[in-house]
C-alpha cells in the first residue's frame, strides 16, 4: 500500500511540474511581445532531428538554429505566416508539427476519419447481419439424429439397476 501511494505520488508530481523548454537565455528576445511570439512558433515546429518534440523542447543544434531563425525573422518584421511560409519554403511541410491541409497533405487529414467510418460501417453491417439470421443459425438436427437424443434422453430418465 505504501509503495502504490509513493509511486502515486511520484507521478502526481512529474504531472504537475512544468514542461523543461530547451530556449537558452542568450536566445530570449528583449521584445516580450516578440517572445512569446516566438514561443508560439516554436511549439508549432517540428524538430528534424527529434521529430516528435517541438523546436521549443527540442536541445538538437539543428533545433537551437531554428528557434534562433524564428527569432531573426520575427526581429525583421515578420509575421507568423510569413515565418512559417519561409520555414515550409526551406523545409517542407514536415517542419510543421501540424500540417496544413493542402493538396500534398489531404490523405493524411482524410484517411483517418474515412477509416474510422469504413470500420464502424463493417460493424454495424456485421451486427445487422447477425441480427437478420437470429435462430436459424442454429443447424438442424436430421431425422437419425432426433431419434438417438430421443433415446438418450429416455434412458437417462430411467431409474438404474440395482
Given at each position: 500500500m505504501r509503495r502504490r501511494?509513493?509511486?502515486?505520488?511520484?507521478?502526481?508530481v512529474l504531472l504537475a511540474a512544468p514542461m523543461a523548454h530547451a530556449v537558452q537565455p542568450d536566445e530570449v528576445m528583449s521584445d516580450?511581445?516578440?517572445?512569446?511570439r516566438a514561443r508560439a512558433l516554436s511549439r508549432e515546429l517540428r524538430c528534424m532531428v527529434c521529430q516528435n518534440q517541438s523546436i521549443d523542447d527540442s536541445d538538437a543544434p539543428l533545433a537551437r538554429d531554428l528557434r534562433l531563425l524564428v527569432r531573426?525573422?520575427?526581429?525583421?518584421?515578420d509575421s507568423d505566416n510569413q515565418v512559417l511560409d519561409f520555414l515550409v519554403a526551406r523545409y517542407g511541410q514536415f517542419v510543421l508539427l501540424k500540417p496544413r491541409f493542402e493538396r500534398q497533405t489531404w490523405l493524411l487529414w482524410l484517411l483517418p476519419p474515412v477509416l474510422l467510418l469504413g470500420g464502424g460501417l463493417?460493424?454495424?453491417w456485421q451486427v445487422r447481419r447477425r441480427?437478420?439470421?437470429?435462430?436459424?443459425?442454429?443447424?438442424k438436427l436430421t431425422a437419425?439424429?432426433?431419434?438417438?437424443?430421443?433415446?438418450?434422453?429416455?434412458?437417462?430418465?430411467q431409474p438404474p439397476a440395482a
Open positions: 501511494l509513493s509511486s502515486l505520488m511520484l507521478v502526481l516580450t511581445a516578440k517572445e512569446q531573426e525573422r520575427l526581429a525583421a518584421g463493417a460493424l454495424w441480427g437478420q439470421r437470429g435462430t436459424d443459425a442454429t443447424p437419425e439424429e432426433e431419434a438417438r437424443l430421443a433415446a438418450l434422453m429416455a434412458a437417462e430418465k
